[in-house]
C-alpha cells in the first residue's frame, strides 16, 4: 500500500542548530501534506499544510520563519526547524491523502515521525 | 476553526469488559471521523472510521457510532484484551485536515 517515508526518525542536536525532516511519498503524489508537532502525553496539532509548488498554510500560532516548509515535488516536502531551541523538542509528524484527487474522506498517510531532542 | 473534544482522559478497565471513549466536533462541515491507536513513539495507526452518512461501523471488537445532529462520535471496545492498551485518538476531518481529540490512555488490567 501507499506509504510516507519520513527520515530521520531520531535527532539530537545542539541549540541553535538547524534541522531537516523530510516526508516523501513513496508510491503516490502527494500534492498537500501536513505536518504535526507532539508534545509528551499530548495530543498531534497541526502545525501547518504544505502545497506543492505553492507556499504553506500555517496555523494560528506557529512561526513561518521558524519552520519552514518547502514542498518542491510532488512526492517531497521538508519541514526545517531553524535555529533550533530545547522548547522546540518534539515528535514531528507529517501525513498525505492517499493521492491527487483523493476525496477527503479516506484514510490518510502517516510518516514514522521525528524525535527531535535539542539539548 | 474545528474543535474536537474526547473524553475521558483515561481508562481504566478488567481484561474481557468493554471500554467506551466518546468525542464531541464543533465544525458541521466534517465528514470524516477516524479512530487511532498511538503507541509510545511511533505514528498514530487507524483503527476504524467512520463517514458522515453512516450513522454505525464495526470491526470485530471496535465499533464506531456518528450522531451527526449532536456532532458527537463514540469508540466501543467490547472484550478488551491487554494488547488493547495504548493512547487512542479520535479525529474530525474537514477537507483533509484532522483535528485530533485530546487523547485517552487506555489501560486494561489483566
Known amino acids: 500500500g501507499a506509504v510516507v517515508s519520513q527520515h530521520p526518525s531520531w535527532v539530537i542536536c545542539k541549540s541553535g542548530t538547524s534541522v531537516k525532516i523530510e516526508c516523501r511519498s513513496l508510491d503516490f503524489q502527494a500534492t498537500t501534506m501536513f505536518w504535526y508537532r507532539q508534545f509528551p502525553k499530548q495530543s498531534l496539532m497541526l502545525m501547518a499544510t504544505s502545497n506543492e509548488g505553492s507556499k504553506a498554510t500555517y496555523e494560528q500560532g506557529v512561526e513561518k520563519d521558524k519552520f519552514l516548509i518547502n514542498h518542491a515535488s510532488l512526492t517531497l516536502s521538508t519541514l526545517t526547524v531553524t535555529s533550533a531551541h530545547p522548547e522546540d523538542s518534539s515528535f514531528y509528524i507529517c501525513s498525505a491523502p492517499p493521492g491527487q484527487g483523493a476525496p477527503g474522506n479516506q484514510p490518510q498517510h502517516f510518516g514514522d515521525g521525528t524525535r527531535l531532542s535539542i539539548l | 476553526g474545528e474543535n474536537v473534544e474526547q473524553h475521558p482522559s483515561t481508562l481504566s478497565v478488567q481484561e474481557g469488559d468493554s471500554a467506551v471513549i466518546k468525542c464531541t466536533y464543533s465544525?458541521?462541515?466534517?465528514?470524516?471521523f477516524p479512530w487511532y491507536k498511538q503507541e509510545l513513539g511511533k505514528r498514530p495507526q487507524l483503527i476504524i472510521d467512520?463517514?458522515?452518512?453512516?450513522g454505525e461501523k464495526k470491526d470485530q471488537r471496535i465499533a464506531v457510532t456518528l450522531n451527526k445532529t449532536a456532532k458527537h462520535f463514540s469508540l466501543h471496545i467490547t472484550e478488551t484484551q491487554p494488547e488493547d492498551s495504548a493512547v487512542y485518538f479520535c479525529?474530525?476531518?474537514?477537507?483533509?485536515?484532522?483535528?485530533f481529540g485530546a487523547g485517552t490512555t487506555v489501560t486494561v488490567r489483566a
Open positions: 479525529a474530525a476531518v474537514n477537507d483533509y485536515k484532522l483535528s
Open positions: 467512520i463517514r458522515s452518512n453512516v
Open positions: 465544525d458541521s462541515a466534517s465528514n470524516y
